[in-house]
């Protein structure tokens, strides 16, 4: 759909239109905003209401903004030029900022564009915000939603606006946000190919004031003086719905997102059990031996994949990136004897590591943190507390581990997670899994490292380490992580899943990454127990087609047996899900349309060949029957049902 722009006499922004779009932009609003860095004061907003008009150039299909020095909150003028572009792109605009930095002053972030709408293209209460927060989330109302549960009450300037953001890769899964308004989508892109850390921000305005509905995204140029750094460009474009922006933004990553063929075995997994061996707190809640039977128990369940985690010395969520076998469990032989056993009764096995986690109390970090750990933006290492306890209270209350993390820019930490892997291969698993590193990014702020300056670069390092990997693997072997971002997903063959969409919630849609990549593998998370919603969590992780994650009482103690209702459950969903194999095993998740369906039932739909299948689930307490498309649709309570046309 294309938009137009327009400068009407020197006007601080462009106004933007479209077919069956006008909006209406907050009077006095910022179009963008830049955050120094001075060393005394850490953030220091340049708002472009401040600033002289600018320098404007006119080209064909493009208009240049250029503001020769800037003018600080503090009063004081910076010599730093800006300039901002603004081009016509197929049916988009595309927004480029260039900062050439001649102070002492470091330019860490811009935002740009900035809309701050009054009115988008419907009252506030009908706009919603499509934001693939992981999975995805649908959030309605969002100025009141932001409002309601983003104030910080104290930490950050919410008197100015008030904030959420999402940062880009991970949590965000994709660079894309948008917002449905009056018949109209109204979208933003960040299309980079260096993958850049970044920020997608949804904001309103203060308490007390009339509601605004801001849209930005904020990228980290770090230019320290004599530098001069272009950020990634931003495309705003308009749809219908949200699938147009799904379908365009597939486009474009169609153009580096390249996945290896994944092993047979996986693309046909239906869920495993995940079970800690060796807990964080010392006490052994299985032997290397107990792994055939843990494999049985699921087995009865229809789970054919064991995912072990805290099967070395050190323990789990300890001693990282140490790992070796336990002799009071078993061994090395007895670990290599038990996996060949599972797989021998039919099973698969995966073992375990963290991808990102120094433990502070290990020689590699005495030999090597001060080489690969990543800084923060004060020049001290992140640091990450863990309070995983059992029954006491000095665990669970003061904490107990202590990790810094592993920057993806540094040879030693490429290769000590290439150690890694080839110590876990020595067991014969079928896979390697590496926590973590599927996501949870960070600027790294050490300029020693591969990255140097530029804070945000650290992906393409990361991709690079994942190819090392995977280079080592057998051909039926695979490669798993958590956490789903699109770009580092593309080297996993599946995921653990985490985060929004993985377990249901008011505002979870998983419908919008599976649209954009349906060939992603992930499981279900958060189900510990029989507690009152567990068939609900795993009737929507079935209808999504996400394989199934069954860790019971947190991976510790019993397997699935000892949860007799939920073993029941898994197994009729997973023989309902063999029935229709070719479609949830083989055929391609799509999202073509909404409908109108009952109160508290949702639908997906798969397609194989020219058959397509509509998978529903009943989330109420009693049995629903409805019209579908011409076909009677009956389920039960708390259940689910499938349809084929």
């Given at each position: 759909m294309k938009m137009n722009v327009s400068f009407a006499g020197g006007a601080p922004r462009p106004q933007l239109t479209a077919p069956g779009l006008n909006p209406v932009f907050a009077e006095g609003t910022d179009f963008w905003r830049i955050h120094l860095d001075t060393g005394e004061i850490r953030e220091l907003t340049v708002f472009s209401t401040a600033q002289e008009p600018p320098e404007v150039s006119v080209r064909e299909k493009e208009i240049i903004y250029t503001y020769p020095q800037l003018l600080a909150e503090n009063g004081e003028i910076y010599d730093i030029t800006y300039r901002l572009t603004v081009r016509e792109e197929g049916d988009?605009?595309?927004?480029?900022?260039?900062?050439?930095?001649?102070?002492?002053?470091?330019?860490?972030?811009?935002?740009?564009?900035?809309?701050?709408?009054?009115r988008l293209n419907s009252a506030p209460e009908e706009e919603i915000l499509y934001i693939p927060n992981s999975l995805g989330e649908r959030i309605e109302n969002p100025r009141k939603w932001v409002r309601d549960t983003r104030h910080t009450e104290y930490m950050a300037a919410d008197y100015q606006n008030i904030w959420y953001t999402a940062v880009y890769p991970s949590p965000m899964s994709m660079a894309w946000m948008g917002v449905q308004s009056g018949g109209r989508f109204f979208s933003l892109?960040?299309?980079?190919?260096?993958?850049?850390?970044?920020?997608?921000?949804?904001?309103?305005?203060?308490?007390?004031?009339?509601?605004?509905?801001?849209?930005?995204?904020?990228?980290?140029?770090?230019?320290?003086?004599?530098?001069?750094?272009?950020?990634?460009?931003?495309?705003?474009?308009?749809?219908?719905?949200?699938?147009?922006?799904?379908?365009?933004?597939?486009?474009?990553?169609?153009s580096w997102y390249h996945p290896a063929p994944r092993p047979e075995w996986v693309q046909n997994m239906?869920?495993?059990?995940?079970?800690?061996?060796?807990?964080?707190?010392?006490e052994i809640f299985f032997r290397y031996a107990d792994l055939p039977r843990l494999y049985l128990d699921g087995k009865k369940a229809g789970l054919d994949t064991l995912l072990v985690f805290g099967w070395w010395k050190g323990r789990f969520d300890n001693n990282y990136p140490h790992y070796e076998a336990d002799e009071v469990m078993?061994?090395?032989?007895?670990?290599?004897?038990?996996?060949?056993?599972?797989?021998?009764?039919?099973?698969?096995?995966?073992?375990?590591?963290?991808?990102?986690?120094?433990?502070?109390?290990?020689?590699?970090?005495?030999?090597?943190?001060?080489?690969?750990?990543?800084?923060?933006?004060?020049?001290?290492?992140?640091?990450?507390?863990?309070?995983?306890s059992n029954n006491g209270t000095i665990l669970r209350t003061f904490g107990y581990k202590t990790f810094v993390t592993g920057c993806m820019a540094t040879p030693e930490w490429h290769d000590r997670l290439l150690d890694t892997t080839q110590v876990k291969l020595a067991f014969h698993p079928d896979s390697v899994f590496y926590d973590q590193i599927g996501g949870c990014t960070r600027l790294c702020f050490n300029k020693n490292h591969e990255?140097?300056?530029?804070?945000?670069?650290?992906?393409?390092?990361?991709?690079?380490?994942?190819?090392?990997?995977?280079?080592?693997?057998?051909?039926?072997?695979?490669?798993?992580?958590?956490?789903?971002t699109d770009v580092f997903s593309s080297r996993?063959?599946?995921?653990?899943?985490?985060?929004?969409?993985?377990?249901?919630?008011?505002?979870?849609?998983?419908?919008?990454?599976?649209?954009?990549?349906?060939?992603?593998?992930?499981?279900?998370?958060?189900?510990?127990?029989?507690?009152e919603d567990f068939r609900r969590h795993y009737n929507s992780a079935f209808i999504y087609g996400l394989r199934f994650d069954i860790s019971v009482y947190r991976c510790r103690k019993v397997s699935v047996a000892a949860m007799p209702r939920m073993e029941a459950h898994v197994k009729k969903l997973l023989d309902l899900k063999e029935q229709y194999r070719r479609f949830f095993y083989e055929g391609t998740f799509v999202s073509e349309r909404d409908y109108d369906l009952p109160e508290g039932v949702r639908c997906t739909q798969y397609r194989h060949g020219d058959e397509l299948l509509t998978a529903f689930l009943n989330n109420n307490p009693d049995a629903v029957e409805f019209d579908f498309l011409g076909h009677t649709v009956s389920i039960g309570g708390e259940d689910v049902a499938c349809l084929v046309m």
């Open positions: 988009g605009l595309v927004f480029s900022s260039t900062v050439e930095n001649r102070c002492d002053a470091r330019v860490n972030e811009i935002q740009a564009p900035f809309f701050a709408f009054d892109f960040r299309k980079d190919e260096k993958f850049r850390l970044c920020a997608f921000c949804v904001g309103n305005s203060p308490r007390n004031t009339p509601s605004q509905l801001v849209l930005a995204i904020s990228q980290y140029p770090m230019a320290v003086k004599g530098e001069t750094i272009e950020t990634a460009p931003v495309t705003v474009c308009v749809y219908d719905d949200w699938r147009g922006a799904s379908r365009d933004y597939r486009a474009w990553a169609d239906t869920g495993w059990q995940r079970i800690i061996m060796k807990h964080q707190y010392g078993g061994g090395a032989e007895g670990l290599k004897a038990a996996i060949a056993e599972v797989q021998k009764l039919g099973g698969r096995v995966i073992l375990y590591s963290n991808g990102k986690l120094i433990d502070v109390k290990t020689e590699f970090y005495q030999e090597h943190g001060h080489d690969c750990c990543q800084i923060d933006i004060d020049g001290n290492e992140y640091r990450e507390h863990y309070q995983f990255h140097g300056g530029r804070a945000d670069e650290e992906a393409l390092y990361r991709l690079h380490n994942l190819d090392d990997i995977r280079a080592t693997l057998g051909l039926d072997q695979a490669l798993g992580s958590e956490n789903l996993f063959d599946y995921l653990h899943g985490c985060c929004n969409g993985c377990w249901t919630g008011p505002n979870y849609y998983p419908d919008l990454y599976l649209a954009t990549f349906p060939d992603l593998i992930t499981t279900n998370r958060m189900m510990h127990d029989e507690r």
